[in-house]
């Protein structure tokens, strides 16, 4: 589980995490889905990440600092915490962005991974979500993977 992971790396309390359900629907069924909380540690070392990337907490995106600090890694974490694999293909929430900056981020992803992506309109008005297709999957999978956790290897949809 990630989890021990955090811990063991010292990023977490050793409290277990938390264990509970929620009930979404899906199609036209309600499912229980259990999920777990733990706490992780603040580190003011880490200050300067959120200060690049948030003013008046709200988020602001540097093009230029995506662009330099965007590489494999970054994309692997980027999908375990934004990404759904959907069947075929990935879709990262990007629904916090402007569409221009949903722009760049399609772009940066086929100019610096190599991988064909498409911009798409979500349920919420004037929002939008970077598909990574079904053509880019293999090689997608072949630069992020040695950086995923396995428990999330379902985000790749991979078993």
Same mark, same amino acid.
């Given at each position: ?41 603040? !580190? ?9 990337f948030? &003013? ?6 540097? $093009? ?5 600090? $965007? ?25 916090? !962005?402007?569409l221009?900056?949903?722009? !760049?981020?399609?772009? $940066? ?6 991988? &064909?992506?498409?911009i ?6 004037? &929002? ?11 090689? $997608?999978?072949?630069?992020? &993977? ?14």
């Amino acid at each position: 589980m990630i989890y021990e992971f955090f811990n063991k790396n010292g990023y977490c309390t050793n409290n277990i995490p938390r264990k509970y359900i929620v009930k979404l629907k899906h199609n036209d069924d309600v499912k229980d889905f259990e999920r777990y909380e733990f706490v992780t540690y603040t !580190f003011r070392s880490f200050k300067y990440i959120y200060e690049m990337f948030y &003013k008046k907490q709200k988020k602001v995106l540097h $093009l230029e600092k995506i662009k330099e600090y $965007l590489d494999e890694r970054a994309l692997a974490h980027w999908i375990m915490d934004d990404g759904g694999y959907t069947g075929a293909g990935i879709r990262i929430a990007t629904n916090a !962005f402007t569409l221009k900056e949903v722009m !760049f981020l399609k772009e $940066l992803l086929e100019d610096k991974f190599k991988l &064909k992506c498409t911009i798409q309109e979500i349920y919420i008005k004037d &929002k939008w979500s970077i598909y990574i297709t079904k053509d880019s999957m293999t090689h $997608l999978i072949s630069i992020i &993977k040695p950086y995923m956790h396995p428990s999330m290897y379902y985000k790749l949809g991979i078993k």
